[in-house]
């Protein structure tokens, strides 16, 4: 069997009730859950679940291609199969993410459309998050630019849509195949993220409703050998 991941049809949702699959010691599986594993440059959630009447933290979360386990520092109570488990994100952290990935998706999209530059979002932290922009000799005019820009969709609080597209549609359209430096998935049908005026991407991360959720984005830069680094380094307001 596989976990079905509530958080890809509702990132917003923050419990739910389940049923234990497999324990042992720290590692526990669920037939469903909220919390997202960490994958896709996007770190887990934390929060807690109660299991017959007994709360645990959950520290981490990573999915083994089919089941989604959730990590307590406790030892979870053996002979569990079947039993309900209640499931709680923590929603300030899993909110953060979602914010920041966002606003990646913004950056990178404008720096396709702008200057044909292929990206790479590594990893959203709780408090920064980074992307690479492969633009050769990068200056700061070009940064200044994309900041501009980027804070400007914010404001215009566009919507941010999620679909699902069939995946010989997506690769051949040329702008959503040469986005990204990563490989697009191969699943039959792909999660797309939609936000107006930007290219489409597949995307199994999650983000939010609206870009006006995301704040203000400020940049980062770094200097390597006198040169400012491809790499660029976001904090929201």
Not at 104 to 133: C, H, M, P, V
Not at 207 to 213: A, L, P
Request: charged share 25%; hydrophobic share 35%; aromatic share 10%.
């Amino acid at each position: 069997m596989e976990t079905e991941k509530l958080f890809l049809k509702d990132s917003y949702l923050k419990e739910c009730d389940s049923k234990a699959v497999t324990v042992e010691f720290t590692d526990l599986t669920v037939d469903k859950t909220v919390f997202y594993p960490t994958s896709y440059g996007q770190q887990n959630d934390k929060g807690e679940i109660e299991i017959e009447g007994k709360k645990y933290s959950i520290v981490d979360v990573w999915e083994d291609g089919q089941l989604v386990h959730l990590i307590s520092l406790d030892t979870y109570p053996q002979n569990l199969d079947g039993v309900n488990i209640h499931q709680s994100i923590d929603w300030n952290i899993r909110y953060n993410h979602m914010r920041y990935r966002t606003a990646l998706f913004i950056i990178g999209g404008l720096a396709f459309k702008f200057y044909n530059a292929k990206s790479r979002i590594s990893q959203t932290y709780e408090n920064y998050a980074w992307i690479d922009i492969y633009i050769d000799n990068i200056k700061q005019d070009i940064i200044d630019r994309l900041i501009d820009e980027t804070n400007r969709i914010i404001k215009q609080n566009l919507p941010v849509e999620i679909k699902y597209a069939d995946n010989n549609e997506f690769s051949i359209d040329k702008q959503m195949f040469g986005f990204s430096t990563g490989s697009i998935p191969q699943d039959e049908k792909l999660r797309v993220v939609n936000i107006p005026g930007l290219p489409l991407q597949a995307d199994y991360g999650l983000h939010v409703k609206s870009t006006g959720e995301i704040g203000t984005v400020e940049f980062k830069t770094s200097m390597v050998k006198g040169k400012l680094d491809k790499r660029l380094t976001i904090t929201l307001k």
